[in-house]
């Protein structure tokens, strides 16, 4: 059985270790190798992704993270043969509660913190992002038109190519069956046909990462979870690159795509739970989708897909070494926010895979500030 070795070895090829690897590729002196188990890069959660970003988050982190990253997918849409879809479509939040108001609020100032206005609206204004947007019973919304949409799979191509062209290595229909552990460091993982050997593990296998990293002694506090989303057209059906508009009462997103809306009831269902409850879930979403704007009453709906994220303890994603295991740096638990906030995570984790001395945001990711307690609690929940 042949034995690979290699410096860095990123197990997942999503966006999350597409990106790592991006920022990595031309730094990792004695060579990059970028493990993904399906035949084709991007088919897990990023190929399930909206591929929405947006400024506004309530938590400074997050919202921090959004303004590293967001520039950088911007960036990627200027340069040739990279279109990966950046949109600046805008998001529209709304809310009907007191409760929503102070939430949609918390988010305004955390885009502020980073510099982006985000346009507090009341009454009928409320529906100038999307006319036909139902009013009456909103408190407020906040309008972010600098937020927007890219392409999922557009941007795990031009990933690929940037680490293809750095001399790295990608490899697919490569499974990763375990890490490999020696005297407390991950040495290597192995796969179905061999091992192969590695100075550093970089783990991004999404839904999959809470499982090989248990296997090899470190618990996660993640939980899988599964969203339904929803298709509706038809000719009262407004279409095309419009914003997405997100209820946090009654709980409901929907956008605008070029045949009709795609929408979603935001209900997370535990990846342990059944599957088998879409439609009670599109009735729901329908209803919902409906009350807010009514020109969807006589559309046509249908199940489009399910996506699974993977949701840590705190909110804020896992990025950086493994507590009690050297040699293994985590990119996990980002929450369906892969996508938007790849580019920062990879360029973070992959500062940690050359030794750099990490900032204030790489401090408040680093998946040591895990208390003890959260990580037993990982099991449980």
Same mark, same amino acid.
């Given at each position: 059985?042949a034995?690979?070795?290699?410096?860095?070895l990123?197990?997942?090829?999503?966006?999350?270790g597409?990106?790592?690897?991006?920022?990595?590729?031309?730094?990792?002196r004695g060579?990059?190798v970028?493990?993904e188990?399906?035949?084709?890069?991007g088919?897990g959660?990023t190929?399930?992704?909206?591929?929405?970003?947006?400024?506004?988050?309530?938590?400074?982190?997050l919202a921090?993270?959004? =303004?590293r +990253?967001i520039?950088k997918l911007?960036r #990627?849409?200027a340069?040739?043969e990279?279109?990966?879809? !950046?949109?600046?479509s @805008?998001?529209?939040?709304v809310?009907?509660?007191?409760?929503?108001e102070?939430?949609?609020?918390?988010q305004?100032?955390?885009?502020?913190s980073?510099?982006v206005q985000?346009e507090?609206?009341?009454g009928?204004?409320?529906?100038r992002?999307l006319?036909?947007?139902?009013?009456?019973?909103?408190?407020?919304g906040?309008?972010?038109?600098?937020?927007g949409?890219?392409d999922?799979?557009?941007?795990?191509?031009?990933w690929?190519?940037?680490?293809?062209a750095?001399?790295?290595?990608i490899?697919?229909?490569?499974e990763?069956l375990?890490?490999?552990?020696?005297?407390?460091?991950?040495?290597?993982v192995q796969?179905?046909?061999?091992?192969i050997?590695?100075?550093v593990v970089?783990?991004a296998?999404g839904?999959r990462?809470a =499982?090989? +990293?248990?296997?090899?002694?470190?618990? #996660?506090?993640l939980?899988n979870?599964?969203?339904?989303? !929803?298709?509706?057209? @038809?000719p009262?059906?407004?279409?095309?690159?419009?914003?997405?508009?997100?209820s946090?009462?009654?709980?409901?997103?929907?956008?605008l795509e070029?045949?009709?809306?795609?929408a979603s009831?935001r209900?997370?269902?535990?990846?342990?739970a059944?599957?088998?409850?879409?439609p009670e879930?599109m009735?729901?979403?329908m209803e919902r989708?409906?009350?807010?704007?009514?020109q969807?009453e006589?559309a046509?709906?249908?199940?489009?897909?399910?996506?699974?994220?993977t949701i840590?303890?705190?909110g804020r994603?896992?990025?950086?070494?493994?507590p009690g295991?050297?040699g293994?740096?985590?990119?996990a638990g980002?929450?369906g926010?892969?996508?938007?906030?790849?580019?920062?995570l990879?360029?973070?984790?992959?500062?940690?895979?050359?030794?750099?001395a990490p900032?204030?945001?790489?401090?408040?990711?680093?998946?040591?500030?895990?208390?003890?307690?959260?990580?037993?609690r990982?099991t449980s929940?």
């Amino acid at each position: 059985m042949a034995v690979d070795k290699t410096r860095v070895l990123v197990v997942g090829g999503g966006v999350a270790g597409l990106g790592t690897a991006a920022a990595l590729a031309g730094e990792a002196r004695g060579g990059l190798v970028l493990l993904e188990a399906e035949t084709m890069l991007g088919t897990g959660s990023t190929a399930r992704s909206l591929g929405g970003f947006r400024y506004q988050f309530a938590d400074p982190v997050l919202a921090e993270l959004s =303004a590293r +990253a967001i520039p950088k997918l911007e960036r #990627l849409q200027a340069e040739p043969e990279a279109d990966i879809g !950046f949109a600046r479509s @805008g998001y529209l939040f709304v809310g009907t509660t007191e409760e929503d108001e102070r939430t949609l609020l918390a988010q305004v100032e955390g885009a502020a913190s980073v510099g982006v206005q985000v346009e507090i609206l009341r009454g009928a204004e409320i529906a100038r992002p999307l006319p036909g947007l139902r009013t009456d019973d909103l408190r407020l919304g906040a309008w972010g038109p600098l937020d927007g949409q890219v392409d999922p799979h557009q941007l795990t191509q031009t990933w690929a190519r940037k680490v293809r062209a750095a001399g790295a290595q990608i490899r697919t229909r490569a499974e990763v069956l375990a890490l490999d552990v020696q005297d407390g460091r991950v040495t290597g993982v192995q796969t179905a046909e061999g091992r192969i050997d590695a100075d550093v593990v970089v783990l991004a296998a999404g839904p999959r990462s809470a =499982a090989l +990293a248990k296997d090899a002694g470190v618990e #996660l506090p993640l939980v899988n979870a599964h969203r339904h989303l !929803f298709f509706a057209e @038809g000719p009262d059906v407004p279409r095309g690159n419009g914003p997405l508009v997100m209820s946090l009462t009654p709980q409901v997103y929907f956008r605008l795509e070029a045949t009709g809306i795609v929408a979603s009831a935001r209900e997370l269902i535990p990846e342990r739970a059944s599957m088998d409850n879409w439609p009670e879930l599109m009735e729901r979403c329908m209803e919902r989708s409906v009350a807010r704007l009514p020109q969807l009453e006589h559309a046509g709906w249908r199940k489009a897909w399910s996506g699974v994220q993977t949701i840590p303890e705190d909110g804020r994603p896992i990025v950086g070494p493994a507590p009690g295991l050297d040699g293994l740096v985590l990119v996990a638990g980002l929450s369906g926010h892969g996508v938007m906030h790849s580019p920062a995570l990879g360029r973070i984790a992959a500062d940690w895979v050359l030794g750099r001395a990490p900032d204030d945001l790489a401090r408040a990711l680093d998946p040591r500030r895990l208390t003890a307690s959260s990580l037993a609690r990982a099991t449980s929940t």
